[in-house]
């Protein structure tokens, strides 16, 4: 008997291009899901040790099954689903901007007639997951628990120091496909302004503009995040500079905030290190979100993480950004590396 030609192939085995799935103008419906993964367990290797995830590595059946036939491997493991329909969302912009975003979910801006505000789509298709080693449903599910679990922490600080969360969905994908498929969608509001990254991207790449104090200043709001969290038994794992948006006022002030004649800051930036900040907050005080709260960790924190010094250091570490100077160092007061072996 001949055999099939890739052509001929059953239509359930083929995966459509994801530019023809998730692009500008794409409507989709979203439902609730009749239940959320479970909280997600952590590791803990050694007392007294960070947690970890553990590993989620693909067995060889699973494996066989993504490479021959993912598109069956994906209608197998459907989410289920209540009806009627909660929401609808059109996509506007993408906006992966991350190696893990780029390989577990598509992430972007969209509209609902359900809110006013822009929002935030982060939509988990194990269909196009890209991390061939891991277990892609597995790994998703995690995700999702870790930002339904995440919220019930936050919920202080919700809107403040995170996106406000909109909800938990199942997303119907069905343009393309022989039958329509159904995975998991974060929704989320949009959160303004400008990751770290590409704020010194367009403002100073080589970070030589920027004052010593205004780099502190940018270092520090970071540091006040971190250290918020940690009473709330969050350990945000991911806060590098494309996961910190700050909010810098459009106007411009009326009042210089150093003396560096060509210090893109000088009156866009309040600058005080002072913590905890007194209340209310300056106007031009620079004012963070994280706005990727997908490999979070949850933990008692220990009493040196509950001190602003350390967390200055945690960020300066993490971030190791070249232009972190050491003059910004001393004025951030306090400083010490952390020990290589830390676990931050």
């Known amino acids: 008997m001949p055999r099939?030609?890739?052509?001929?192939?059953?239509?359930?085995?083929?995966?459509?291009?994801?530019?023809?799935?998730?692009?500008s103008g794409a409507s989709f419906s979203l439902f609730y899901p009749e239940r959320l993964p479970d909280k997600p367990v952590q590791r803990i290797a050694?007392?007294?040790?960070?947690?970890?995830?553990?590993?989620?590595?693909?067995?060889?059946?699973?494996?066989?099954?993504?490479?021959?036939v993912p598109l069956d491997a994906c209608y197998e493991r459907n989410i289920a689903y209540r009806t009627p329909v909660?929401?609808?969302?059109?996509?506007?912009?993408?906006?992966?901007?991350?190696?893990?975003e780029e390989q577990a979910a598509q992430v972007w801006r969209v509209s609902s007639p359900s809110y006013t505000e822009s929002l935030v789509a982060r939509l988990y298709d194990p269909l196009y997951y890209n991390n061939l080693s891991t277990d892609r449903f597995a790994d998703?599910?995690?995700?999702?628990?870790?930002?339904?679990?995440?919220?019930?922490?936050?919920?202080?600080?919700?809107?403040?120091?995170?996106?406000?969360?909109?909800?938990?969905?199942?997303?119907?994908?069905?343009?393309?496909f022989p039958k329509p498929r159904y995975i998991y969608c974060v929704l989320s509001d949009y959160v303004p302004g400008t990751d770290l990254r590409r704020l010194f991207k367009?403002?100073?790449?080589?970070?030589?503009?920027?004052?010593?104090?205004?780099?502190?200043?940018?270092?520090?709001?970071?540091?006040?995040?971190?250290y918020d969290f940690f009473p709330l038994t969050i350990y945000p794992h991911d806060m590098y500079t494309r996961n910190v948006v700050i909010d810098i006022p459009d106007t411009p002030s009326l009042e210089d905030f150093c003396d560096v004649e060509g210090c893109p800051w000088r009156n866009k930036i309040h600058i005080d290190l002072e913590f905890p900040r007194s209340q209310p907050e300056h106007?031009?005080?620079?004012?963070?979100?994280?706005?990727?709260?997908?490999?979070?960790?949850?933990?008692?924190?220990?009493?040196?993480?509950?001190?602003?010094?350390?967390?200055?250091?945690?960020?300066?570490k993490l971030w190791n950004a070249p232009w972190i100077s050491s003059q910004c160092l001393d004025i951030l007061g306090r400083w010490q590396p952390l020990d290589e072996g830390s676990d931050a």
């Open 140 to 176: 998703i599910e995690r995700s999702v628990a870790i930002y339904n679990e995440a919220y019930k922490h936050l919920k202080s600080v919700e809107g403040s120091h995170v996106p406000a969360l909109r909800g938990i969905f199942v997303v119907e994908i069905s343009a393309g």
């Open 86 to 100: 909660a929401t609808t969302i059109k996509l506007e912009e993408g906006l992966s901007t991350g190696f893990r």
């Open 283 to 316: 106007q031009y005080a620079p004012k963070a979100k994280m706005i990727d709260l997908d490999i979070l960790r949850f933990m008692e924190p220990k009493a040196w993480m509950l001190d602003i010094s350390y967390c200055r250091s945690w960020i300066v």
């Open 4 to 23: 099939r030609s890739e052509a001929q192939a059953p239509r359930s085995r083929k995966r459509p291009d994801i530019e023809s799935v998730y692009q």
């Open 46 to 68: 050694v007392p007294g040790a960070i947690p970890r995830w553990p590993q989620l590595r693909l067995d060889p059946e699973l494996r066989k099954q993504l490479r021959k």
């Open 202 to 226: 367009e403002h100073d790449p080589d970070g030589k503009k920027t004052c010593d104090p205004h780099k502190a200043a940018l270092i520090d709001c970071a540091a006040r995040l971190l």
